[in-house]
């Protein structure tokens, strides 16, 4: 791990889980949000100074003993708010064959403009799908998988990165 910060702040964790994104998946809650997102699912996750806090290490050590498991979903809270942490963790986890999602309120766009800091864009190469922008509750959609709002995107990452364009997972996506 390269990163600066060695403890991550979480509201918690689902170790088995099938609405984060496709299969069985470790979803890590992160403590943390400024977006304020009325009618948000999650507003617990929002006060930076809640939840609890734990090393990386450790995190992921759990991750990596968790069985049966088809990815991971850092989620929230927003994990950009801290991306160095999100950086280290997905890093690891992907260097071990991982799927990798993250949730965030912050837009694709914003991340690669540098909106959210330079360890948010950073993160973008260790992840697999990002789905992004702020839920927008007159929004509110069933009728788009692993997402709350119909103006949130599934970002397939590293094709969007390649192509220097958004390049939809949902194009790619059959159930």
Aim: proline letters at 3%; charged letters at 30%; a negative charge.
């Amino acid at each position: 791990m390269n990163g600066k910060k060695e403890s991550v702040s979480i509201a918690g964790v689902k170790k088995h889980t099938t609405v984060n994104g496709p299969g069985v998946r470790y979803t890590v809650f992160m403590q943390g949000c400024e977006h304020g997102c009325k009618g948000c699912h999650n507003p617990e996750t929002h006060d930076p100074d809640g939840g609890k806090t734990i090393p990386v290490k450790e995190l992921i050590d759990d991750i990596l003993a968790t069985k049966y498991i088809d990815g991971v979903t850092l989620s929230g809270g927003d994990p950009l708010l801290q991306a160095e942490q999100c950086r280290d963790i997905a890093e690891a986890l992907k260097s071990k064959g991982l799927n990798i999602w993250l949730y965030s309120g912050f837009t694709f766009d914003e991340v690669i403009e540098g909106k959210a800091g330079e360890a948010a864009r950073e993160v973008l190469n260790f992840i697999d799908v990002m789905v992004d922008g702020r839920f927008v509750e007159p929004l509110l959609s069933e009728d788009h998988i692993w997402r709350g709002s119909s103006n949130q995107r599934l970002i397939d990452v590293k094709k969007s990165l390649d192509a220097d364009k958004i390049i939809s997972f949902d194009d790619e996506f059959v159930l």
